[in-house]
């Protein structure tokens, strides 16, 4: 990060601004939103200026600036425009040691000003590090155009009933889920709306009642996180991670989807990978149980979706069975995130009219799988865990009559910045994949669909698949 973010109390302080024209004119008018006194040199004032300049906590010095105006003030803006002053107002700043922002010149600044939306008190400020101050302003927009007109009042309602909850409702858990449930529930919509006399009898209620004070049952959500890419999650999957009082992840989840926690949540790794402290489903269960009998809202994030090859369903069975408040929250399973990705329909108007998702794991070296049925029909396979039996998969399935010339896409690590796609004809599966050197995980796609992955760079093989389809199918006793 390049610049410290923060937000300056200059409430009564003295800053001083230099301009007197439009450049400065925003500035002032943001000094005087906070609260400052304003020093303001220019020799002279453009008309909107010279109205603002009349504010009684602004003293305008009708001059050209001097190095020791900067002395003693919390903050400096320079906002002439002509670079000779700017630099002045710089170097004097800089020499005296004080904060200094000179605008549109973050190699004059020693701080840099961000876009923001304000909804005062709630405040978001937005920077690109100068890098792409355009994209901040977009980001701005969007932002301005998700919030509440109101969300000001929301949080000066809350600010003023903060104390009275203090003194009723327990402090830590119970308190903060007090307030996560005001700020979704009916009180906030009241004063979004503009009901405020409603909205403060409902509080009142709401405190008093026994409710609020009673010690909420701990509960968990099976979240699904997609397969890699952030973007992905759900809206709800993100708010119950920031819900969440405790979070057990898996391998397979990124580190930028579990830093959309809460900072003071509690991670815990249970990834199944040995060298780094792999906890049985056992543990896993048992961990789950424990942290929500004590009251503790967890969130069992997994990659995918929970219900496809990821163990949800015992999970599920396991909490239920103690009494334990379950809630499944769906996510892009990997089939659907790397067909995607890779530009792959899973079906297809007279190619493909099914889809059937599969596990290539196998407890003795073969997966227990209905070969003939995969093998028929107009359809396309989605194969997960399936590198290691890669081989052995695609002679069964050959066996059982798929054409050897069967387009294969294997998508390693896909939606992720490092994804990638290997290409075969099925009866190279095995070869190709050894010859790639495939580790991540990797979802195979075996069907007419994968040969829309066949890219320019591969533009013989391609035609080579498409001749060979158009051959019968290689039927093989069985
Ligand atoms: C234990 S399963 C979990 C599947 C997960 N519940 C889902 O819905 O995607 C793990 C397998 O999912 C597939 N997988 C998960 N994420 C993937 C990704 N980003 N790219 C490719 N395959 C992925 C791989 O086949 C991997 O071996």
Redesign the pocket.
């Known amino acids: 990060m390049r610049y410290f973010p923060a937000f300056l109390d200059l409430a009564s302080r003295s800053s001083l601004l230099v301009g007197g024209g439009e450049l400065a004119l925003r500035k002032l008018r943001l000094l005087l939103k906070s609260g400052a006194q304003v020093t303001l040199v220019a020799p002279r004032l453009d008309g909107d200026m010279a109205e603002l300049a009349a504010d009684k906590r602004v003293q305008w010095m009708c001059r050209p600036f001097m190095a020791q105006d900067v002395l003693g003030r919390a903050l400096v803006i320079s906002a002439t425009g002509k670079p000779a002053v700017d630099e002045a107002v710089a170097g004097a700043a800089e020499a005296a040691g004080v904060a200094i922002n000179v605008v549109d010149r973050p190699d004059l600044s020693s701080f840099i000003m961000p876009a923001i939306v304000d909804r005062d008190p709630v405040v978001i400020g937005i920077s690109s590090g100068g890098d792409a101050p355009i994209l901040a302003r977009q980001l701005r927009a969007r932002i301005e155009a998700m919030l509440p007109a109101r969300l000001g009042a929301l949080a000066r309602f809350a600010g003023a009933f903060r104390s009275a909850v203090g003194a009723t409702v327990p402090a830590g858990g119970a308190r903060r889920r007090f307030w996560e449930r005001f700020f979704t529930g009916p009180v906030a919509r009241q004063v979004l709306a503009g009901e405020e006399v409603a909205a403060r009898e409902t509080m009142l209620s709401l405190i008093n009642s026994r409710a609020a004070q009673d010690r909420e049952a701990g509960s968990v959500a099976i979240v ?1 996180a ?3 890419d952030p973007d992905l999650l759900t809206f709800k999957a993100m708010r119950r991670l920031q819900e969440a009082d405790v979070i057990l992840y898996d391998k ?1 989840v990124g580190p930028e989807i579990v830093d959309y926690a809460r900072r003071d949540a509690e991670r815990i790794y249970v990834g199944k990978a040995k060298a780094n402290h792999s906890k049985s489903q056992d543990e896993i269960n048992a961990l789950m149980a424990e942290h929500a009998l004590a009251g503790k809202r967890v969130v069992r994030l ?11 369903g015992e999970e599920m069975d396991y909490l239920e069975e103690r009494g334990i408040a379950v809630e499944v929250v769906p ?5 659907a ?2 067909a995607a990705a890779a530009g792959i329909p899973l079906t297809l108007r007279g190619t493909a009219l099914a889809v059937t998702f599969l ?3 196998a407890r003795d070296g073969e997966p227990d799988l209905d070969w003939a049925s995969l093998a028929g029909g107009k359809q396309t396979l989605a ?5 290691s039996t890669a081989e052995t998969v695609s002679q069964r399935l050959i066996a059982h009559g798929l054409s050897a010339a069967t387009p294969v896409a294997v ?6 910045p490092d ?1 990638r796609i290997v290409t075969a004809r099925l009866d190279e599966l095995g070869t190709r994949l050894q010859d790639s050197g495939i580790e ?5 796609i075996v069907g007419e669909v994968a040969r829309k992955a066949m890219t320019d760079a591969e533009g013989p093989l391609a035609a080579e698949l498409a001749a060979l389809a158009r051959e019968p199918a290689r039927a093989l006793a069985v």
Do not use: S, W
């Open positions: 699904g997609g397969p890699g397979l997994k990659g995918g979706d929970p219900f496809i090859f990821g163990r949800g996510g892009v399973t990997a089939a995130g790397c596990t290539g794991h194969i997960y865990m399936g590198v998508i390693e690590n896909g939606t992720r994804q991540g995980p990797a979802l195979i």
